[in-house]
């Protein structure tokens, strides 16, 4: 496969009983790449370093098991400020978005179709505190953004700065109990 450097479309889309060694880093030319879910911490699958070398492509990315990121630099290696004409990104966490250990801040932006922020935000354990060392977080420019599920247990413990800003549409409950809050901007959202 990485002899085809001239390559230019590729799409294993539906062919999860295939296994193919693939090394995007060796194909420069490509441009639209179907099926290709990037893993990190899986050495025998492609990964955000093979990624990064990728600076034409076209079409949809998906980027698995982002709970094995230990280091910012490591996610960095994606150069996803480079994929200017992705019209698709799927990112994925095994065990989703709140449960992830280390995770200081989280900024969500331009997310224009969201209207919902359900339970899956906070994860599937019962049995941790969702967001347990966020100490940051921010939404902003959601503008179909209606409600905010929110659990009422605890969630963000260590939240120090919360902001949201230019969702319009947001109505309904906040999180509550945040004690360890010191900063707070909300501006442009339904009262």
């Known amino acids: 496969m990485e002899k085809l450097i001239n390559l230019r479309h590729l799409d294993v889309s539906y062919t999860s009983r295939l296994k193919i060694p693939l090394y ?50 490591d996610a960095s290696k994606t150069n996803l400020r480079e994929k200017e004409h992705v019209k698709t990104l799927s990112l994925e966490w095994s065990g989703t978005l709140g449960q992830l250990p280390s995770l200081k801040f989280l900024s969500i932006r331009g997310l224009h179709r969201i209207t919902e922020v359900t339970i899956e935000f906070y994860g599937s354990s019962f049995f941790k505190r969702p967001f347990n060392s966020l100490e940051k977080l921010e939404f902003a420019k959601m503008r179909e953004w209606k409600q905010w599920h929110v659990l009422g247990n605890g969630e963000f413990p260590a939240l120090q700065y919360l902001s949201i800003e230019d969702c319009p549409k947001l109505i309904g409950k906040l999180p509550e109990n945040l004690s360890t809050l010191i900063g707070l901007i909300i501006e442009d959202v339904l009262k």
């Not at 790449?33 to 949809?60: I, K």
């Open 24 to 73: 995007p880093s060796k194909l420069k030319k490509l441009h639209v790449l179907f099926g290709v879910n990037f893993l990190l911490g899986d050495r025998n699958a492609p990964g955000v370093g093979d990624l990064g070398e990728l600076h034409n492509l076209y079409g949809s990315l998906s980027i698995l098991e982002l709970q094995t990121v230990v280091e910012r630099r």
